[in-house]
């Protein structure tokens, strides 16, 4: 009987152990460590006002598969919602805006697409973006905040296409690399688009697409963590921090555990240290991976509380107030307006607070930082009811910062990885910080480890 040790009991490690269990079998013992005292990473499916309510991640892209068929596969096929047709905003030149459609997180695909985002001087700028010297971008990834800037300015990085990575990777274009976070816009470059606008236009739909952007599950996506740790049937030790990882001649020594084969599905910070004895190139490289924090603030409103006619509200990083004022958070989420199971109780909002580098009110204790974005929500909306419950969760570390050496350094430590008879990696890390990113890093660990895959992985 093979003995496979699962560290990390987030979405990446509970995908990868039910996988293990269905390419193994009922024989393998799989045996899966979390550090934290409950499963599930950064997907958090909390009780708020007596309504089941996510606090991590609270949806998953719908147009790319890997997250539809796992539920679908795991029997939850029946509890997957979209959102309604409540359109997100946002807070960009001091006013409250209808988000532009006809753009890749946020390169528009013409001029007219950002017209209204955008002053005359700005719109002007994206106009011309297409009349400048051919692009030509190098094999490895170019750093993107620059490259749009030079391209079309800052007010359209600043207004648009920074609020729209913060929500992804809590940091803003200026730290992070086109192929790593816009790589099929990168792909029409090198397929022959001659302008950033150019290339966007290309993947646009030629007619407009009726399926659902985004999923989610009835219950809150904790449901999917719940069955992937049922089918799994791995044992599961919640609270338990591994602290040591080697390698022996028969395999494995996780801790107290002799196991054939490792699959790790944490943070970098926490493989680069598991790493260091076993993997030298892959943990140096993992610490060269940056991370940004950020916290979730749940309101639950009195039912009946009337909120704006939107999913939400992005804010850019220097968006300010009427008065001048800041604000804090980066984005609101209007749940009870995207989703309609919450129904008639209590209303349901989130807002984040949080970006790379600019930890900002996350230095507040959780009263305060309840107490600003509620503020940021009443200048925003005017909304100012007294909250029934109220719930700060925060993520410290929680998002890796994708950067222009990003792919390089996971080819490195895949290949590193690869050269280790008996371990794997997955997770937000490597390929994508969605769900579907990292259920496919997991289904492909998890297939290495069965030994049913190439020993080098690609993306």
Do not use: N
């Not at 009835?218 to 080697?246: C, K």
């Not at 970098?268 to 240290?273: E, G, Q, W």
């Amino acid at each position: 009987m093979s003995t496979i040790a699962v560290v990390g009991g987030g979405i990446s490690g509970l995908t990868a152990a039910y996988r293990l269990r269905t390419l193994l079998g009922a024989d393998a013992r799989i045996v899966v460590f979390e550090a934290a005292g409950s499963l599930g990473g950064k997907l958090r499916t909390v009780e708020l006002a007596g309504e089941r309510y996510d606090v991590g991640a609270e949806a998953f892209l719908a147009r790319r598969p890997e997250a539809l068929a796992l539920v679908r596969e795991v029997g939850l096929g029946d509890r997957l919602v979209h959102p309604t047709k409540a359109r997100a905003k946002i807070h960009a030149g001091g006013s409250v805006l209808g988000l532009p459609p006809g753009t890749v997180m946020g390169v528009p695909a013409s001029a007219d697409a950002v017209a209204g985002v955008l002053s005359e001087k700005g719109r002007a700028l994206v106009e011309a973006e297409t009349s400048l010297s051919p692009l030509d971008l190098p094999a490895g990834d170019v750093p993107l905040g620059p490259l749009l800037r030079e391209r079309f300015g800052d007010e359209l990085v600043d207004r648009l296409v920074d609020p729209l990575l913060g929500g992804v990777y809590a940091g803003g274009a200026d730290g992070l690399g086109l192929r790593a976070t816009m790589p099929g816009l990168a792909s029409a470059i090198d397929r022959g688009a001659r302008s950033l606008t150019e290339g966007a236009a290309s993947l646009m739909p030629s007619s407009p697409s009726t399926a659902p952007v985004f999923g989610t599950l009835l219950g809150g996506l904790g449901t999917l963590i719940a069955r992937l740790a049922e089918l799994s049937r791995a044992e599961i030790r919640t609270g338990t921090t591994v602290t040591a990882l080697e390698r022996t001649a028969d395999g494995w020594k996780v801790d107290d555990l002799d196991a054939d084969s490792v699959l790790l599905a944490v943070p970098a910070p926490s493989a680069r240290r598991l790493l260091a004895g076993v993997a030298g190139v892959a943990s140096s490289v993992f610490a060269k991976i940056e991370l940004a924090s950020m916290a979730v603030v749940a309101l639950a409103l009195p039912p009946g509380t009337a909120l704006p006619e939107s999913s939400g509200v992005l804010i850019g990083a220097g968006e300010r107030d009427a008065a001048g004022k800041p604000f804090a958070a980066k984005a609101f989420t209007f749940s009870s307006r995207k989703w309609a199971q919450y129904g008639e109780g209590p209303v349901l909002v989130r807002g984040s607070v949080g970006r790379f580098g600019e930890p900002g009110a996350l230095h507040a204790d959780d009263d305060e930082l309840v107490r600003v974005v509620r503020d940021d929500l009443a200048r925003l909306t005017g909304v100012t009811a007294e909250p029934i419950d109220t719930l700060v969760t925060r993520w410290g570390g929680g998002l890796p910062q994708y950067g222009t050496g990003h792919l390089v350094r996971v080819e490195r430590i895949e290949r590193a990885v690869a050269d280790v008879p008996g371990l794997a990696v997955a997770g937000a890390t490597l390929h994508g910080v969605g769900l579907p990113a990292c259920i496919a890093t997991a289904d492909a660990a998890a297939r290495r480890i069965a030994g049913i895959t190439p020993t080098h992985e690609g993306s």
